[in-house]
């Protein structure tokens, strides 16, 4: 188990740009983000391998997201460009995926979240 913590959330307006950063302690082989939209349940958005940085989106945010990782600073970021209304939820970072890394795979490790508002 390792510690994890979100940062970078905030308002946006539609179309607007934002990035989340997540600083984790170690690294795993696979690692992701995940969100809650308000009343919803939790969806992933991302995953990354880290041996050979492959990455994997859902569909709704492929082409406007981009996760990325720097070992160096020990950080998982994931930049949102092109922000919708819809993309308004708690986004949460989690390591140490269960079997295939996806963006529906299961995760060990969660971080706390950090909330991002898309909005007028």
């Known amino acids: 188990t390792q510690n994890l913590e979100e940062s970078g959330g905030g308002s946006v307006q539609p179309g607007g740009s934002l990035t989340v950063s997540c600083k984790y302690t170690?690294?795993?082989?696979?690692m992701g983000w995940f969100r809650q939209p308000p009343g919803k349940a939790r969806e992933g958005v991302a995953a990354?391998?880290?041996?050979?940085?492959?990455?994997y989106y859902a569909d709704f945010v492929r082409g406007r997201f981009t996760i990325s990782l720097d070992d160096a600073k020990n950080i998982l970021y994931l930049q949102m460009t092109s922000l919708k209304p819809e993309d308004t939820a708690d986004y949460y970072c989690?390591?140490?995926?269960?079997?295939?890394?996806?963006?529906?795979?299961?995760?060990?490790?969660w971080g706390q979240g950090t909330q991002v508002i898309v909005s007028s």
């Open positions: 990354i391998k880290t041996g050979g940085g492959s990455t």
């Open positions: 170690s690294r795993s082989h696979c």
């Open positions: 989690a390591t140490d995926a269960i079997g295939t890394c996806s963006p529906g795979a299961a995760f060990r490790d």
